[in-house]
């Protein structure tokens, strides 16, 4: 169980979080879901030992990050967002490291970074600079796991890597909760937000909504509609236009739209699009995802 | 101490796999010394004459001739008239000239004086002063000859000359390489050390792995120590190496003990070791620390009387020198290996220095304590 409470952090003349209070329970996934400069490696830095907060409280497991650092450290594992192990050091050699250092052996844990490891076994004599970058993930996963942490901290482990290996990760760490592992992921793709336990919508420093994916969705205010055309910049342009239309995104290869009042009748808007001269309009009833919910979150943020 | 013991073979075996650090490691030294020492010593050979003859007797080539046989100087011109030997001068084409006056051989006989002009090219003064003295020790041998020459010997001159002949204590044969050989193993030895500790440092931080590190339960003193042992190791390698080579090639006399001037370089490197951990905790890139390393370090080895004695510099320059390593190490190097000075002559640095290694080492590991 990870208790926040109250925390604050400035970085000179920028607050990087106000005063956000929350907790993560033991054993779940919890997704950090924010654009860039939100603050959620922030918060992992806080969260690992690596910063000072201004005020307020982060106790992991019982342990205080402040005065506790010591205990804290022994039982997180922390993957940063950049690659940052030896690159002139070996896969094996990396791993011995980092074992070393928390006074473990690569067998004594083997067990828990064995499905993993065993992907790149065949290059462990190979320099960690010279790997792929998928390949190069497994390692830094693996070299967090060496200890077996109670908590893992992954700060945008999936940020420019391919679909097919996002999808396997995120295999990785439904098997990782599995063995009973806490994991705080954060990252920048709405989309990944549905495979956590619950998640947290961060924005300028502050925490918009937690809950279940599911929740933050069913608790979607508003009637969404997809809309295409032929000219996507004029149908955005127009349905920005139209005098009921509240927000107009673009989404995927459609345009998302919500309305000012929940009964907005479909046959007016298509026929207002027609009349400014759109052509091949398709209108469909669309189910909101994260996507549009931190959209919407944020809209209302700004109107407050 | 398990850990330490981890930590310093993985610096090892991270030295070990850089293709361009090893090797120059091992080149570096002995490329310095090679070079270095010949480069920087003021022994001065080879000055250029010209000579501007306006007498041409017997005498003025006589007196060119003992010039020339000097190893110092090659008379390598014989222009017409004093103008055309100051263009020469004024483009390098010489380095001196002397002008020998009309009738220089009857007036020495006559009058048993006469005149001669030397005009050096003083755009380095060292140079020239040195040049010139040289040029007057020719001259005083051939002024006894002639005097012998031309006294009639009926008459037998007692000369009342108080001879002095002078005994250079501790680098008897006056050999500049003798000095200088110890001033760039300085250099060398302050170079493995400040450097290659700071940038392995900002290393780690510029990849990133200080901040994995930062998250691991590894003791700061630790990481700190890990750092430093491996270039204490390489500097007293280069030390031994350096030594020998001096010995070898120079024949460098090495009066004192060898354990004496270990033991001091193991301290004066702890310093120099510190001083580039504590800019590297203030530096974010390896070129910024680069740079400010480099900026200290030329102050410190100009000031450290490598090239001309601290002694001689105004005062508060030398009132910096408190402050300045290299040169406790400059001096004490040079008091070891040309005096033999022992332990109980050194007392003074020895101290300073452990002071100093003290003070760098904890203000370097707390500023790293503060930055991370």
């Known amino acids: 169980m990870i208790t926040v409470s109250n925390i604050s952090k400035q970085y000179e003349s920028v607050k990087a979080l106000t005063n956000i209070s929350f907790s993560i ?115 830094a996963l693996s070299c967090a796991l060496i200890h077996k942490p109670e908590i893992l901290v992954l700060d945008e482990p999936t940020t420019g890597v391919d679909a097919v290996s996002r999808m396997e990760f995120w295999q990785m760490l439904k098997r990782l909760k599995m063995k009973g592992i806490t994991i705080i992921v954060s990252t920048p793709y709405m989309d990944e937000a549905s495979l956590c336990d619950r998640v947290a919508l961060i924005q300028n420093g502050q925490i918009l909504k937690i809950d279940t994916p599911e929740n933050i969705i069913k608790s979607y205010p508003k009637y969404l509609i997809a809309v295409n055309a032929k000219n996507k910049y004029k149908l955005i342009h127009d349905l920005r236009k139209y005098k009921n239309s509240s927000s107009v995104f673009a989404f995927g290869s459609s345009v998302h739209v919500t309305f000012k009042n929940n009964n907005t009748d479909i046959d007016e808007l298509k026929n207002f699009l027609i009349s400014e001269g759109n052509v091949e309009i398709d209108i469909n009833i669309a189910q909101p995802d994260i996507e549009d919910c931190f959209m919407e979150l944020m809209k209302a943020e700004k109107n407050e | 101490m398990k850990t330490l013991i981890f930590l310093i073979r993985k610096e090892f075996r991270q030295i070990k796999r850089n293709k361009v650090l090893l090797p120059i490691i091992f080149i570096m030294p002995i490329l310095q010394l090679l070079i270095l020492v010949h480069a920087t ?8 004459i010209g000579v501007v003859d306006n007498d041409k007797s017997t005498t003025s080539l006589n007196l060119i001739n003992t010039l020339g046989a000097s190893e110092f100087f090659s008379i390598t011109a014989f222009p017409a008239h004093i103008s055309e030997a100051e263009s020469m001068l004024a483009k390098s084409q010489i380095d001196m000239i002397m002008v020998i006056p009309q009738n220089f051989g009857s007036n020495l006989v006559r009058e048993k004086q006469a005149d001669i002009q030397f005009i050096p090219n003083a755009i380095n003064v060292n140079f020239a002063t040195l040049a010139y003295s040289y040029a007057t020790m020719v001259l005083r041998s051939f002024n006894i000859r002639i005097i012998t020459e031309t006294t009639p010997t009926i008459m037998p001159v007692q000369h009342k000359v108080v001879n002095i002949i002078p005994r250079y204590y501790f680098n008897s044969e006056m050999n500049y390489k003798w000095y200088m050989f110890p001033g760039i193993m300085v250099i060398l030895i302050t170079m493995i050390g400040l450097f290659l ?176």
């Open chain 2, 41 to 48: 010593t003021f022994q001065i050979r080879n000055v250029n």
């Open chain 2, 197 to 372: 500790s700071g940038l392995n440092l900002v290393r780690e931080k510029e990849i990133g792995t200080s901040e994995q590190l930062n998250v691991t339960p590894i003791k700061k003193h630790h990481f700190i120590l890990a750092k430093l042992i491996p270039f204490l190791i390489i500097g007293l390698l280069e030390l031994t190496l350096a030594t020998v080579l001096g010995i070898l090639v120079y024949n460098v006399p090495f009066e004192g003990n060898f354990l004496v001037l270990v033991g001091f370089t193991f301290i004066y490197l702890f310093v120099v070791l510190g001083i580039g951990l504590l800019i590297s905790t203030m530096a974010n890139t390896q070129q910024q620390m680069m740079f400010v390393a480099f900026f200290v370090v030329i102050i410190f080895i100009l000031l450290s009387g490598i090239f001309t004695p601290a002694e001689s510099m105004p005062n508060w320059v030398q009132k910096l020198n408190v402050i300045n390593p290299i040169a406790y190490f400059m001096k004490v190097i040079r008091m070891v290996m040309l005096k033999g000075s022992g332990i109980n002559n050194l007392i003074h640095e020895l101290i300073s220095m452990t002071i100093y290694a003290i003070i760098v080492l904890s203000l370097a590991t707390f500023r790293y304590r503060k930055t991370s």
């Open chain 1, 25 to 139: 329970n033991d054993n779940e996934i919890f997704g950090l879901i924010g654009p860039d400069g939100a603050g959620k490696t922030t918060f992992m830095r806080l969260l690992t030992t690596m910063l000072l907060p201004d005020n307020g409280l982060i106790e992991a497991n019982g342990f205080n990050t402040v005065s506790d650092y010591k205990k804290v450290r022994n039982i997180i594992g922390y993957m940063p967002g950049r690659f940052s192990l030896y690159q002139d050091l070996t896969v094996e050699e990396n791993l011995n490291f980092f074992a070393s250092v928390f006074n473990t052996t690569i067998e004594q844990n083997y067990d828990l970074i064995a499905n993993i490891y065993k992907q790149i076994e065949p290059f462990k004599n190979r320099v960690a600079g010279k790997l792929s970058g998928g390949m190069k993930q497994k390692l």
